[in-house]
């Protein structure tokens, strides 16, 4: 019965910029496996939905985003749903990367690391980048295109979490419990002394 | 059979947490102090249950095993699965802390009222008609908290997360035999060794109940 790989039921989602105008989405359940074949919705800031579609089969998305505003990315299967936030930041470097880069770069170029756009480039034409990705990105839910396994970002949008242990949010929480039913017990044997001290006297 | 934050309108959870925070005032006021370590450690099971997955067609179902907290602890059941859901939600990840009313109230209910009318019932069996009354009510519990989550999907702000819901609590009906199981298993083993952890009346013919030392 006791099967290790738990931690189900809880949806992680991860964005990590890939530069290139290109937000690799991750999604995967609390024991590590992928939320395979799930949809994806992402949203405006207003809660509009931008564009719907599914990851594939390793739990992952290509979005390639337009503009620089703020985008919600919801991944939901059978029931259970998580989402992550891309912030503005993360969006215009990566935009900014597609143009300080521009011209047709073959799929899974590297992106020298120190041709790489500074923070400090502001976005700087929305409306022009925007157009451009229309252009480039005939479809902008590009499902199923494998992300390239030896091309890490340029820009990490954040750290990639491991897989939560689960044996230390286990150990914590029965260690909670244990302690709040000791604390009880203090509380009913110093009652108890107390009463014990009265009647003495 | 968690419900996730953002997935039920406000009104929901507002009234999930106050079913939910009356439930718990009520039963804290009432419960006996020499109760609370067993209820603790029901606390621990029930909190460690929920990693414990059975892999059911394409998703993944998680022990709830609120058939076994409502046998054992009776109405103080609703205690246990506060405590637990809290530090599921919050360790785990499990649901969320707005939806954790509405959980409460999802998995308590049925665990204490079903719980409750089969314990009364368990007391005046001969230990293996209890095993299996415990085993019946092991699986009956928990299903009723997937019936009462179906419910909830009634008004779930998203459609199509409720469509999704709905296709996975038919999916998981089969976890609950497997709780019942556990459920008669624990029962019958407890009946056993040590009846007193039930803290049931002493049933007919059963006269193991534990000594009581005569205090001085």
Redesign the interface.
Known sequence: ???P??????V?VDAFAEGERTILIEAY???GKPVADA?VRVLAEDGTQVLAARTDAQGRYLLQPSGTEPLTVEV??????G?TVIDGETLAKVVAAADANEGPTPEGAQVPPSGGPGPAESPSSDDASAERAGAAASAPAAIGKAPGPGGPGTVAARTRTQTPS?IV??I???A???A??AL??VR?LSRRVEQLRKERL | M?I?D??LPAYAWAAGYAVAGLAVAVEARRVR?RD??R??LL??TF??A??????IG???V?LALNGLVGLIAGPGAVMVIA??LL??AL????GGLTALGVNIVNIAVPAVLLGSLCRMWMASLPPARAALVAGVAGAAIPAASLMMVLGWSAVAS?P??AA??????L?SLPICLIEGV?CAGTISYLLKVQPAVLGLARGAGRSDAVPVRAGS
């Open positions: 019965m006791l099967c790989s738990a931690l189900a039921h809880s992680h359940y609390g024991d949809a939901v299967q059978a029931g259970h749903k989402h689960r949010p286990l914590a929480g029965v909670l419990i244990l709040a039913a009880w017990q009913v | 968690h996730s953002g997935m102090d609370v370590p209820l603790a606390a621990s909190f460690a929920s990693l414990i997955h059975v892999p394409p998703v993944s998680h405590a637990g530090l599921q360790l785990f990840g499990h998203d199509a997360y999704g819901l709905r296709a996975f609590l999916g556990i």
